[in-house]
């Protein structure tokens, strides 16, 4: 029920919080103009967005009580909420106002946390109330933000017809990007779901679940990453973008080394000794989610650089080799499988994204391996904020 107002905003964004970011991190452009351009739009796409989810929703879930479907389709005045989100989301970033972007996205998951912690005090824990604890607590955060952001832009607001043309015309190149990170993070699971058992489907969906931890170091940096190297020329982007994934490289593949070897122990201490059989399959997802993140983030160079339709063609093309694999090695592996595939589109895509950059960016092979002056850089980053806090809280 509480699924489809976000598969389907997402779904429909025509890569417009992308195109945002990108914009609005150029010199001369007029983001008051740009930010309200993209705030309509988004109001209007999640008017889409529910139009699409009224039709589809009933026939696809045919299956449910008549309850279940009504809800599932009331819910759908989330999908505007959640693109004016996603609107916001774009604009904080290229901002650099990080202490509200944190606390935009932080504040609805602590509202659903007291919103169940109510209901399970009050006995009154069912499949409607849990939903809406779920969906509310998104409302209040996007209407205060999206009210600050009008009240700083409300003398800006010209040009918007250009504004608009500019947002498609990078949004639709990158677009299947958002498509295919949207599918990508619900096609395996649903494939699992027609093709094995529902044991097997929560073994699986429990251990990746705990694979994407690894997937907060990549957010965090993909964050600040796009819109810095977006405001760059392009060299000094592509530069930008390679310093830092060398350095997120190494990271990542330290934590999950840790992680790997700890695994057995991990599972076990959280869902018992039942789970002791999702633990290869975990170790699988965890290299698997460390090769996606890497890509990702080089990814970025590309966005950044105004090319966002190589990111498209490589992310759609591993969707569909990703249908592919799951439709052979599942019947064969079970939830392994599915793991293994998974593991296989993520070196394909890292391969693809390594040979584009070394091919037509003439990047060379040390550009791929740490040095020195990188762990220097990072250093002095650290050092330098860490003075600015200082200065601040002084």
């Given at each position: 029920?509480?699924?489809?107002?976000?598969?389907?905003?997402?779904?429909?964004?025509?890569g417009?919080?992308?195109?945002?970011?990108?914009?609005?991190?150029?010199?001369?452009e007029?983001?008051?103009?740009?930010y309200?351009?993209?705030?309509?739009?988004?109001?209007?796409?999640g008017?889409?967005?529910?139009?699409?989810?009224?039709?589809?929703?009933?026939?696809?879930?045919k299956?449910?009580?008549?309850?279940?479907v009504?809800?599932a389709v009331?819910?759908?005045?989330?999908?505007?909420?959640?693109?004016?989100?996603?609107i916001?989301?774009?604009?904080?970033?290229?901002?650099?106002?990080?202490?509200?972007?944190?606390?935009?996205?932080?504040?609805?998951?602590?509202?659903?946390?007291?919103?169940?912690?109510?209901?399970?005090?009050?006995?009154?824990?069912?499949?409607?109330?849990?939903?809406?604890?779920?969906?509310f607590?998104?409302?209040?955060?996007?209407?205060?933000?999206?009210?600050?952001l009008?009240?700083?832009?409300?003398?800006?607001?010209?040009?918007?017809?250009?504004?608009?043309?500019?947002?498609?015309?990078?949004?639709?190149?990158?677009?299947?990007?958002d498509?295919?990170?949207?599918?990508?993070?619900?096609?395996?699971?649903?494939?699992?779901?027609g093709?094995?058992?529902?044991?097997?489907?929560?073994?699986?969906?429990?251990?990746?679940n705990?694979?994407?931890?690894?997937?907060?170091?990549?957010?965090?940096?993909?964050?600040?990453?796009?819109?810095?190297a977006?405001?760059?020329?392009?060299?000094?982007?592509?530069?930008?973008?390679f310093?830092?994934?060398?350095?997120?490289?190494?990271?990542?593949?330290?934590?999950?080394a840790?992680?790997?070897?700890?695994?057995?122990?991990?599972?076990i201490?959280l869902?018992g000794?039942?789970?002791?059989?999702?633990?290869?399959v975990?170790?699988?997802?965890?290299?698997?989610?460390?090769?996606t993140?890497?890509?990702?983030?080089l990814?970025q160079?590309?966005?950044?650089?105004?090319?966002?339709?190589?990111?498209?063609?490589?992310r759609?093309?591993?969707?569909?080799?990703?249908?592919?694999?799951?439709?052979?090695?599942?019947?064969?592996?079970?939830?392994?499988?599915a793991?293994?595939?998974?593991l296989?589109?993520?070196?394909?895509?890292?391969?693809v994204?390594?040979?584009?950059?070394?091919?037509?960016?003439?990047?060379?092979?040390?550009?791929?391996?740490?040095s020195?002056?990188?762990?220097?850089?990072?250093?002095?980053?650290?050092?330098?904020?860490?003075?600015?806090?200082?200065?601040?809280?002084?």
């Amino acid at each position: 029920m509480i699924m489809w107002p976000r598969f389907l905003a997402y779904s429909l964004t025509l890569g417009i919080p992308a195109a945002l970011v990108y914009y609005m991190k150029k010199k001369n452009e007029d983001q008051g103009s740009l930010y309200v351009t993209a705030l309509y739009m988004s109001v209007l796409l999640g008017f889409v967005a529910m139009a699409v989810g009224a039709v589809i929703i009933p026939v696809w879930m045919k299956g449910y009580s008549g309850e279940v479907v009504d809800f599932a389709v009331w819910a759908l005045i989330m999908s505007p909420v959640a693109m004016i989100g996603t609107i916001n989301t774009a604009a904080l970033q290229s901002r650099g106002e990080y202490g509200l972007y944190n606390f935009m996205r932080y504040i609805p998951v602590l509202g659903t946390l007291i919103l169940l912690c109510a209901l399970v005090a009050t006995g009154h824990v069912t499949p409607f109330l849990t939903s809406v604890a779920y969906l509310f607590p998104a409302i209040p955060i996007a209407v205060w933000t999206t009210f600050k952001l009008v009240s700083r832009y409300r003398l800006k607001q010209k040009n918007k017809a250009k504004s608009g043309k500019k947002l498609l015309g990078y949004g639709i190149r990158s677009y299947g990007t958002d498509v295919a990170g949207t599918f990508s993070g619900y096609i395996d699971q649903i494939l699992v779901v027609g093709l094995l058992s529902p044991s097997s489907l929560g073994l699986y969906v429990v251990s990746l679940n705990l694979a994407k931890m690894l997937n907060t170091i990549q957010g965090s940096i993909t964050s600040v990453l796009f819109p810095k190297a977006s405001g760059l020329q392009q060299d000094e982007a592509l530069r930008l973008t390679f310093k830092v994934t060398r350095i997120s490289s190494v990271i990542t593949f330290m934590v999950g080394a840790a992680v790997f070897v700890i695994a057995p122990y991990f599972l076990i201490l959280l869902y018992g000794p039942s789970f002791a059989e999702a633990v290869s399959v975990f170790r699988i997802l965890i290299f698997q989610t460390a090769i996606t993140s890497i890509s990702w983030i080089l990814a970025q160079g590309f966005m950044s650089i105004g090319k966002p339709g190589a990111v498209t063609i490589i992310r759609m093309t591993t969707l569909g080799l990703n249908v592919v694999f799951m439709n052979l090695f599942i019947p064969l592996l079970g939830i392994k499988g599915a793991a293994i595939s998974l593991l296989a589109t993520a070196l394909i895509e890292l391969s693809v994204i390594f040979l584009v950059y070394t091919l037509k960016h003439r990047v060379a092979v040390r550009h791929w391996m740490i040095s020195k002056s990188d762990i220097v850089w990072l250093l002095e980053r650290i050092r330098r904020q860490k003075g600015r806090s200082n200065t601040e809280a002084m």
